[in-house]
Structures are given as structure tokens and as C-alpha cells.
């Protein structure tokens, strides 16, 4: 099922840190975050596979709570570069297909 | 190493026609995704291929539309009988282990029904 991401939109200035959470009503296997600028493809930036597991991207990290059914993406210290929107995909646990639901986004606006 | 590609990267149809969209995965990927954004939207899932194989379609309306991913060649999407609703940006995904593994996506078709 599709998870719920929030908040909708973030706007920062460049510096500041940013938490986006997407949290699902099924017991979930992965966890996969994207980012996408307007008119571009999503393009991937990490894949959470065990509850528990964090990592990290330069400035960017997520982890994932199995329990809580829910994962949080980390961005610190922005920068103008961070600007897009963040998608979370997920996979129900069981799930023998692959297929990712997507949540609607959060809108994440940097500026200088 | 060439990643997903996506032919037409744009693509206008008047209502009535049909319209063709084309999937190249990266090398060495078997599994492909199709999914649709609308404006303003998160993606949706359409379909899950492998090579010659349909996996998942459930996400796929019953009518109209149809996928392919041949042997040879690449993965198509097939609209027939093109509606205003169908405009939208189409994404192509592939993957090398399919399941969980990561789904890399194409530049996407942005089809635009007059």
C-alpha cells in the first residue's frame, strides 16, 4: 500500500538540517529513497533492506524502523544541490514481486 | 555503462491514436518497470517484465494498455486509442536481481494526448 510521507514540503536555507518521514501501514521488507528535480528521472540515493539499518550519503542518511513500520531520511547541513522532491519507496514485507509503492513526495526548496 | 534509456523522451498523440513508448535497461538488468506520474504525483506502478515474461500487471488498466519485453529488443508500453487522462510522464525502472534490489530509472516519456 502506498506510504504517507510528511511533511509536504520543506523550505530551508542552505546550512540547515531537514528530517523526512514515510511510514507505512504494512509491515514493510525495503525501504528505497529517490530524489527527483522537476522534469528529471528519480534517481536513487539508498536502499534500506534490515530494521535497524542506517546509512549514510555524504550529507544524507535514513534509517529504518521495522518495528514502527516507518523510515526517516536525514539531510544535514543543506545545500542548494538538495533541492527536489523526495520520494520513499516501499516494499511490503512478503512481497515475492518487487513492486515499490511510492508516497507523494516531499517538496524540499533550499535557498541561499 | 549506458544507463536506462527512454525513446521518444517526448511524445504528443491526438486522441484516437495510439502511442508506442520504448525501454532499454542498463546492461545486464533482466527486470523492468513501468510506472506513471502525474503531475504534481508520486509514481504509480503499471507493470513488472522480465524477458518475455509478464510478472506483475496490476497495476495496469485493463483496457487499452499493454507491455511487452521481447527477447531481443526493448521493453514497450502500448497505449491504444490515446485519452486526455493518459498524459502523463512515463518511467521505465530496471534492475539486475529484480525482488528487492535497486530499480534505476530512465529520463522518462512525457506524452501529451490533444
Known amino acids: 500500500q502506498q506510504p504517507v510521507q510528511s511533511p509536504q514540503a520543506v523550505i530551508l536555507r542552505e546550512g540547515e538540517d531537514a528530517v523526512i518521514n514515510c511510514s507505512s501501514s504494512?509491515?514493510?521488507?525495503?525501504v528505497h529513497w529517490y530524489r527527483q528535480k522537476h522534469g528529471e528521472a528519480p534517481v536513487f540515493l539508498m536502499i534500506l533492506l534490515k530494521g535497524g539499518e542506517q546509512k549514510g550519503h555524504e550529507k544524507i542518511s535514513a534509517s529504518f524502523n521495522e518495528k514502527k513500520q516507518q523510515s526517516s531520511l536525514y539531510l544535514t547541513a543543506s545545500q542548494l544541490s538538495y533541492s527536489g522532491t523526495y520520494f520513499c519507496g516501499t516494499v511490503d514485507r512478503g512481497s515475492t514481486l518487487g513492486r515499490l509503492y511510492f508516497g507523494r513526495g516531499t517538496q524540499l526548496t533550499v535557498w541561499p | 555503462n549506458a544507463g536506462v534509456m527512454q525513446n521518444p523522451r517526448h511524445l504528443v498523440r491526438r486522441r484516437g491514436q495510439e502511442a508506442r513508448l520504448r525501454c532499454s535497461p542498463m546492461?545486464?538488468?533482466?527486470?523492468v518497470y513501468w510506472y506513471r506520474q502525474l503531475p504534481e504525483e508520486g509514481l504509480k506502478f503499471m507493470v513488472y517484465?522480465?524477458?518475455?515474461?509478464?510478472?506483475?500487471e496490476s497495476g495496469m488498466p485493463k483496457e487499452r494498455f499493454s507491455a511487452e519485453f521481447p527477447k531481443e529488443g526493448p521493453s514497450i508500453l502500448r497505449i491504444q486509442q490515446v485519452v486526455r487522462g493518459d498524459s502523463a510522464a512515463y518511467f521505465c525502472?530496471?534492475?539486475?536481481?529484480?525482488?528487492?534490489?535497486?530499480?534505476?530509472f530512465g529520463p522518462g516519456t512525457r506524452l501529451t494526448v490533444l
Open positions: 504494512k509491515a514493510l521488507y525495503s
Open positions: 546492461k545486464g538488468h533482466s527486470h
Open positions: 525502472a530496471s534492475s539486475n536481481l529484480g525482488t528487492t534490489d535497486t530499480q534505476y
Open positions: 517484465l522480465q524477458k518475455e515474461n509478464i510478472i506483475d
